[in-house]
């Protein structure tokens, strides 16, 4: 059981550039999100999805964008890479009243 | 909207020293209370949980109890060790919609034999 998976582990991009962050579990969850993690600032939420085919935006989701075509995926895509976005990035999914579980993060660096 | 206020860190603590790290909270309704502990280079793990007031979270040593009336969920621990080096985040799920976890600022904990 792989639980929450993401890749890749580390990305540099430069400015203007785009990638897509990949999060995908095996847990059936039905809720996923997307959370970044700035230092001494705690996480805030990007985008999440309470189901195939539904997202919404979460407190700072400008310069992202997601889809959820499959249960299982949760892609995160960054169309012009900035340096306010160099952060961790964290994918994370549960389901009902179950706690969330957290995928091991992306460090991205934007120079 | 919702909101979580950690005590400043970082924290440097010996061994078998006692541990509080202080969190409050703003929400409407009633909420569900959590502490995760984050290792370097993993992800957040779930560390404790309360549902409803007076509730009490115990976990690894670690205990913290929901006070509806000082709106508080305070991490205590009785003897840290090494191993328990961390950072800490206490966060909020609101009971409604898409129940979203509202994090605070994470408190890092160093635990020095």
């Known amino acids: 059981n792989a639980g929450v998976t993401q890749t890749p582990k580390f990305r540099i991009l430069k400015i203007g550039q785009s990638m897509t962050l990949q999060c995908t579990q095996d847990m059936n969850h039905n809720y996923m999100y997307w959370y970044r993690q700035d230092p001494g600032m705690g996480l805030k939420l990007i985008y999440y999805s309470v189901g195939a085919g539904i997202t919404d935006k979460g407190e700072v989701p400008n310069g992202y964008n997601v889809s959820r075509s499959t249960t299982e995926d949760f892609p995160l895509r960054l169309e012009l890479a900035a340096p306010s976005q160099t952060s961790v990035y964290f994918c994370a999914g549960r389901d009902g009243v179950s706690p969330l579980h957290f995928g091991n993060g992306t460090r991205l660096t934007v120079t | ?113």
């Open chain 2, 1 to 113: 909207g919702d909101s979580v206020t950690q005590m400043e860190g970082p924290v440097t603590l010996s061994e078998e020293a006692f541990l509080t790290i202080n969190c409050t909270y703003t929400a409407t309704g009633y909420p569900s209370l959590f502490w995760y502990v984050q290792y370097p280079g993993e992800g957040l793990q779930l560390l404790l949980k309360a549902t409803k007031a007076d509730d009490k979270g115990s976990n690894k040593g670690f205990e913290a109890t929901y006070r509806k009336e000082t709106t508080s969920f305070h991490l205590e621990k009785g003897s840290v060790q090494v191993s328990d080096s961390a950072v800490y985040f206490c966060a909020l799920r609101d009971i409604q919609g898409a129940q979203k976890l509202v994090f605070g600022q994470g408190t890092r904990l160093t635990i020095n034999p």
